[in-house]
């Protein structure tokens, strides 16, 4: 089995989605200095294109004119072309404006944490970078440190186009200062049709997430195929996979309860979900413990593994493919036990305070901000679009189908690996326990790390 494109390199990391999260603690950026932003509604002024009223402590002069620094992390599977997509469209109806791409590779943002801080604390912030939603950007509005663009960005067209959740999330802590792009969803087990048919597998009867261990087993014995293509390099993955499963025996109730905080009173499912992990653990890749979740997609995709849990960024990279086509080739059921539910995970842009060139960051959210926008970046990334404007033609029968299962959803929870459901310490802190825990599956010692971390 051979790995090529080697694009990710992992670490740990944070954040948060949707309503009826509870309370925020902060990762606090120590001894950030905003540079005014801070609790002040609307300072940065000027209305529209022109953005003359530039941010605070800016440096000011000749910013209007200086490149659009973007900081990312899409250089993996099919998002480099989707992030592609989007800049052809941006240059497109702004083609005076420089563009500087920046990423900070590393699957779910592993590494772009550090990078930002580092440069806001510093007073050097990129033009703009990516984040989740919601409580990841606590850290940065409790400082300050992101400008609010409720007036600059946010027209009224554009927040009457917005999913009312979505919307939601761009504003923390009242001011809109994010411009959400995309949805994600985490629940997905994604499978190779003939390695499946080669086992006798019919993954539309898998129930529960031990039904799944059982189909496992079926292709170890059936099939020289690894089971499934987990990454164990960095925690998110791992940690993402227990959320699941925890969903899938559990419910959304119980885990809606667990991330505000009571872990206690499911104790015993808890560890069912972390015991149900380390049966699983037997069935990944070898190398799970060097490869990036990609790479290990990559292994779906040529017939060498059945199985992947992944958010639907992975049917971004199947699109990718060649010779790889949903339905025939490659297809989706939700994670065992999750029907009816969509596990979101979401995506946005921000202006930070000290904004070098606060004109092209302004124009560049409003784009991403467009129907334009999300129509050419959703279907490459395997997202679906978080205006409701956006015309479906061009997102296939899969994202088709993906759509009307989130119309019809009963629940849409946030996650915890892609920072949405915690606060962003806790996500850190859970992130380590599931470093461990890859290495040991000690039930015992993950469990109270659990605890400890909420
Ligand atoms: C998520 C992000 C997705 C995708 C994924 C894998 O956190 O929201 O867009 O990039 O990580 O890296």
Not at 310 to 333: I, K, L, P, R
Not at 422 to 440: D, H, K, R, Y
Request: one cysteine or more; glycine letters at 10%; charged letters at 20%.
């Amino acid at each position: 089995m051979s790995r090529d494109s080697r694009s990710d390199d992992e670490t740990t990391t944070r954040r948060r989605y949707v309503a009826g999260a509870g309370t925020v603690a902060a990762v606090s950026l120590a001894g950030c200095s905003g540079g005014g932003g801070g609790g002040s509604t609307g300072d940065e002024g000027s209305g529209d294109d022109s953005g003359d009223g530039e941010s605070s402590a800016t440096g000011g002069d000749d910013a209007d004119s200086a490149a659009l620094e973007i900081v990312h992390w899409w250089t993996a599977g099919g998002e480099q072309d989707a992030y592609q997509a989007l800049l052809d469209g941006f240059r497109e109806a702004h083609p005076d404006v420089e563009v500087v791409d920046n990423p900070a590779p590393g699957g779910a943002g592993s590494a772009i944490d550090t990078v930002i801080q580092n440069r806001v604390i510093d007073g050097e912030p990129p033009s703009t970078f990516q984040i989740w939603p919601g409580q990841a950007l606590t850290p940065y509005t409790d400082e300050g440190l992101l400008e609010p663009i409720g007036e600059s960005v946010w027209d009224d067209e554009m927040r009457a186009a917005y999913l009312d959740g979505v919307l939601d999330l761009a504003q923390p802590a009242g001011d809109l200062v994010a411009v959400p792009i995309n949805i994600h969803r985490l629940n997905n087990l994604f499978y190779n049709v003939s390695v499946l048919e080669d086992a006798g597998v019919d993954p539309t009867t898998i129930d529960d997430p031990q039904g799944l261990l059982d189909a496992m087993e079926t292709v170890a014995a059936e099939t020289d195929a690894t089971p499934m293509a987990h990454q164990t390099q960095a925690p998110w993955s791992s940690l993402q996979l227990w959320e699941n499963v925890f969903l899938g025996q559990t419910g959304v109730d119980a885990y809606q309860t667990l991330l505000e905080g009571d872990v206690a009173s499911f104790e015993d499912e808890v560890r069912s979900a972390l015991d149900t992990m380390s049966a699983y653990a037997e069935y990944f890749p070898e190398d799970a413990g060097s490869i990036s979740w990609d790479q290990g997609n990559n292994d779906v995709i040529a017939g060498d593994a059945a199985f992947l849990h992944q958010g639907d960024w992975a049917a971004g990279q199947y699109g990718s493919a060649e010779d790889f086509a949903f339905g025939e080739d490659w297809d989706m059921v939700p994670f065992p036990g999750t029907d009816g539910v969509y596990h979101s995970v979401i995506d946005s842009f921000v202006f930070p305070t000290n904004n070098p060139s606060p004109e092209a960051t302004e124009a560049f959210l409003n784009y991403a901000g467009s129907v334009d926008a999300q129509e050419r970046f959703n279907p490459t990334k395997g997202s679906i679009p978080p205006r409701t404007d956006v015309p479906m033609d061009a997102f296939g029968d899969f994202l088709s189908r993906q759509f009307e299962d989130f119309q019809n959803s009963d629940a849409q929870p946030p996650t915890i690996a892609h920072g949405t459901g915690v606060a962003p310490a806790i996500q850190s802190s859970l992130s380590e326990t599931f470093a461990n825990f890859n290495g040991t599956l000690d039930v015992d010692q993950a469990y109270q790390g659990i605890r400890n971390a909420f």
